[in-house]
């Protein structure tokens, strides 16, 4: 079992940066493909970032792709999302999740039934 708190959203201007954090319990964490997911007032869920269990490969939605950073520290279970140069386009509840320590590394990490446990969500939301 893997409970995931998010934190660091709030309100930005456009530009601006906000860097978010995922921390875990739960031992499963170092070995779970990790993911930030987001999902717009009357949109579906979409992927945005995701880093495999040992944090040595990464890979972004094309829309976030050179703006946003996504790492880990297992040490500390705890994940983050740096976003940065953020568009009103950005706004969303952001989700992290994990798919509860499998050390997947395959091709369908932007899959959200992929991930077995998810956070609350936190509200990132940038202003024009």
């Known amino acids: 079992q893997v409970q995931l708190v998010e934190s660091g959203g709030g309100l930005v201007q456009a530009g601006g940066s906000l860097s978010l954090s995922c921390a875990a319990s739960?031992?499963?964490?170092?070995?779970?493909?990790m993911g930030w997911f987001r999902q717009a007032s009357g949109k579906e869920r979409e992927f945005v970032a995701a880093i495999f269990w040992n944090g040595r490969t990464t890979y972004y939605a094309g829309s976030v792709k050179g703006r946003f950073t996504i790492s880990r520290d297992n040490a500390k279970n705890t994940a983050y999302l740096q976003m940065n140069s953020l568009k009103p386009e950005d706004t969303a509840v952001y989700y992290c999740?994990?798919?509860?320590?499998?050390?997947?590394?395959?091709?369908?990490?932007?899959?959200?039934?992929?991930?077995?446990?998810w956070g609350q969500g936190t509200q990132v939301t940038v202003s024009s």
């Open positions: 999740a994990v798919d509860g320590g499998t050390r997947y590394s395959g091709s369908y990490y932007y899959s959200p039934t992929l991930y077995a446990y």
């Open positions: 739960g031992r499963a964490f170092s070995s779970s493909l």
